[in-house]
């Protein structure tokens, strides 16, 4: 009963060879970069470069973002009895404008 199961396995891994052979013929190829892309490589670049901008103005937001939250949990923190870090003054001392 191996060998039958042995041999079944192998007609089934050479079936399978053949139908991927077969797809990977297929499938188009990639398409050539015309010669007169050279605009619409520029406005891809153009966005690339948009993008890159607003993921860097999005990392600092989030970092300003996180010290803001570590600061407001510090501040909690030293509410409830502890005292404060020296050289930070207390936002609730302040007078209203």
Known sequence: MSVFVFIIIIVG????????SKWFERRPSRPEVAPG??????????????LANQVDRLSEEQLFMTRL?????????????EPRPKGRPDSRLREPI
């Open 69 to 81: 939250l570590e600061t407001s949990a510090r501040g909690q923190e030293t509410s409830s009895g």
């Open 37 to 50: 892309s050279d605009e619409e490589i520029a406005r891809l670049r153009e966005h690339v470069a948009l």
């Open 13 to 20: 891994l050479v079936t399978f060879g053949e139908v991927a």
